[in-house]
């Protein structure tokens, strides 16, 4: 139980095993070790001060918060973010919980997003100043459809990589090695869309797309979505897509609207609701 002396302490590297063995004991077992400690250090570059921070009673992990870091480019200007991944803390020592929150959004030079906030954290988010944005979803069916002539759906890491130009580029290269997440090249009428989405899980079925990321020519997803759909169900087993429309800029159908999507926040003077997305991030490397 709770000593007298309890520490908050910035996760370092030399920490990252006692931190992802603590998540997988005490916030989700099913997420092996090694993807916690993926999740503490991302595949892309970064100058993170930390990898979050953590609670200590004596020698004892007893609460953590991890965090991802990036830098992005912003309306021309470089802004650097910390992702708020994953917060536990033993039932001992909830009374410290306050003192990790307070310890990551005290580092003045960073914007804040919390992408998969849980349970309480949306309410505790919102008195520390998180707003949520707009996270409206439309599950889709996603059906079999013939092929369609002049479209084509692809993984293949070498059309991606002949395909990609710009800021498209730089996503596929950061995050080809992110654990959670999946790319499609679509070809279509003599332009292509990028897609980055993950396998989600919802009432225990491992059967949604969830996408992260849309790019490449506009409208070409939107125009190409049945094959999309079907290459998602025939090639990847998902049964159906979490389509956000702040995310793919349209709603495909048919479907119908979730009436409780789940939250996304954000807090920070240099970010608004059309500026923040979902990658660097949890979603993009822990699969749950």
């Known amino acids: 139980m709770e000593g007298s002396a309890v520490a908050v302490r910035p996760i370092l590297t030399a920490d990252v095993a006692a931190a992802s063995r603590f998540l997988h004991e005490h916030l989700d077992s099913k997420v092996p070790v090694t993807a916690w400690s993926a999740l503490l250090t991302p595949p892309w570059p970064d100058t993170a001060p930390n990898h979050g921070f953590q609670l200590l009673s004596g ?27 994953a917060f536990c803390v033993l039932e001992g020592y909830r009374s410290h919980g306050l003192r990790l929150v307070r310890a990551l959004l005290s580092q003045k030079e960073y914007e804040f997003t919390d992408l998969s906030p849980s349970g309480n954290v949306v309410a505790l988010n919102e008195r520390f100043g998180f707003r949520r944005l707009d996270t409206a979803t439309k599950l889709v069916a996603n059906l079999p459809r013939f092929p369609r002539r002049g479209t084509r759906v692809t993984n293949d890491p070498a059309a991606l990589e002949r395909a990609l130009r710009g800021l498209d580029a730089a996503i596929y290269r950061d995050h080809r090695e992110a654990s959670a997440t999946q790319h499609l090249l679509v070809e279509h009428a003599g332009g292509h869309g990028y ?37 998602l169900l025939l090639h990847h087993g998902l049964a159906a897509t979490l389509a956000e429309r702040r995310v793919l800029g349209f709603a495909p159908g048919p479907g119908f609207d979730l009436a409780e999507p789940r ?9 608004d609701a059309d500026t923040v997305d979902y990658l660097y991030s949890e979603l993009t490397l822990v699969r749950w």
């Open 263 to 271: 939250a996304k926040m954000y807090r920070g003077d240099r970010l």
């Open 195 to 231: 897609l980055v989405f993950r396998k989600d899980r919802r009432k225990g079925i491992a059967a949604f797309a969830s996408p992260l990321h849309a790019g490449g020519d506009p409208g070409c997803l939107e125009q190409a979505w049945p094959s999309v759909g079907s290459h």
């Open 59 to 85: 020698e004892d992990v007893v609460g953590v918060y991890a965090a991802v870091y990036s830098e992005r480019a912003i309306r021309g200007e470089r802004v650097s973010i910390c992702n708020l991944a």
